[in-house]
Structures are given as structure tokens and as C-alpha cells.
T-cell receptor
């Protein structure tokens, strides 16, 4: 069946460094790729998303890139801050009802 | 701002009990979802509903059922709770699909089955 692989499972960076999380999807019909951030004890919240007709999207310190040919997409966080510490989930959707989530990346930003 | 409210943050039940988890959203969203979240496994879809009284199985529906009698409310039912259903349960809602829509999540219910 369809799946989304996410790496790494844990990522530790120094404050001010960049963090990159990578995902690979299997369903070539996927056309919508959201990223969610889940802080400890809180709900997952959408932080950025990208559609298949776009190769890159930026929002302040966060950017997402998409390579449809390779079926890869990545989240880039620049100038990391302690409040960026959280679990990040990538996801892929074909525009239908189901969204497939990655297993999550726990990001630690050390002050 | 979309509000998805789950009835309990923490719940402790006994093996064999029938358990009801309730979820209400206030944005008139057509789609509602139930996930369970386990460490290292991400979010796994249990059931979803795209309209009142409509339901579809997700990836792990065994041992669960759902009910959607009103558009704003989606209930998850554990017919006979077992210890392997101890988990975090997340409800979500989204607008009707077409081009892919973000999901809005509740705070989750941490369910322990003893």
C-alpha cells in the first residue's frame, strides 16, 4: 500500500544551525504535501504545505522543497531556536480522503 | 480559527468495557477523521467520514467503530476495549477534498486500558 518514509527519526542541532527533515512517498498520484508540528502535549498543527505544481515554498525560517521525479520532499528550518523543538510529521495526499503520514522526526534544538 | 474539541484529555478504562471517544468541530467541515498515535508509528488512520452517516475504514479499523449522526460530531467506539488499544487518539477535520486540504486536530485523548 501507499506509505511515506521519514528520516531521521531524531535530530539534534545547536541553536542557530539549520535542520533538514526528508520524506519519500510511494504513490505517484500524490499532489498535496503538508507538514505538521507537534509540541509536547499539544495537537499537531500545520506549519507549511506544498502542492505538486510547485517546487519550493518558503515562509520565514521554514521552507519545503518537492522533487516529484524522485518522489522526495523536505522540510528546511534555518536559524533554529529552542521553540522549534517538537515532533514534525510529513504527509502526502492524492487530494482524496486519505492522507498518509510519516512516522515523525523528533527535533531537539540545544541552546 | 478552527476548533476541534475532544471530550477527554485522559481516560482510563478496563478490559472489555465499551468506550466512547467524542469529537466536535465548529467549522462546518465535511470530513472528519480518527487516528491513533503511537511512538515510532506516526499517525495511523482508524476511520474517516466525509458526510453525515457516512463512514469509511482506514488502515487499522479492527476493534473500532464510529458514528456520525450530526455534521459537527464524530464518535469513536471501542466495542470491547483491550490493552493493545492503549494509545493517544487524535480527531481531525478538514474541508471537503478536491485539491487536498490541511487537517485540523484536536488535543487528543490519552486512553489507558487496564
Amino acid at each position: 500500500g501507499e506509505n511515506v518514509e521519514q528520516h531521521p527519526s531524531t535530530l539534534s542541532v545547536q541553536e542557530g544551525d539549520s535542520a533538514v527533515i526528508k520524506c519519500t512517498y510511494s504513490d505517484s498520484a500524490s499532489n498535496y504535501f503538508p507538514w505538521y508540528k507537534q509540541e509536547l502535549g499539544k495537537r499537531p498543527q500545520l506549519i507549511i504545505d506544498i502542492r505538486s505544481n510547485v517546487g519550493e515554498k518558503k515562509d520565514q525560517r521554514i521552507a519545503v522543497t518537492l522533487n516529484k521525479t524522485a518522489k522526495h520532499f523536505s522540510l528546511h528550518i534555518t536559524e533554529t531556536q529552542p521553540e522549534d523543538s517538537a515532533v514534525y510529521f510529513c504527509a502526502a495526499s492524492t487530494g482524496g480522503f486519505k492522507t498518509i503520514f510519516g512516522a515523525g522526526t523528533r527535533l531537539f534544538v540545544k541552546a | 480559527d478552527v476548533k476541534v474539541t475532544q471530550s477527554s484529555r485522559y481516560l482510563v478504562k478496563r478490559t472489555g468495557e465499551k468506550v466512547f471517544l467524542e469529537c466536535v468541530q465548529d467549522m462546518d467541515h465535511e470530513n472528519m477523521f480518527w487516528y491513533r498515535q503511537d511512538p515510532g508509528l506516526g499517525l495511523r488512520l482508524i476511520y474517516f467520514s466525509y458526510d453525515v452517516k457516512m463512514k469509511e475504514k482506514g488502515d487499522i479499523p479492527e476493534g473500532y467503530s464510529v458514528s456520525r449522526e450530526k455534521k459537527e460530531r464524530f464518535s469513536l467506539i471501542l466495542e470491547s476495549a483491550s490493552t493493545n488499544q492503549t494509545s493517544m487518539y487524535l480527531c481531525a477535520s478538514s474541508q471537503r477534498v478536491g485539491r487536498g486540504q490541511p487537517q485540523h486536530f484536536g488535543d487528543g485523548t490519552r486512553l489507558s486500558i487496564l
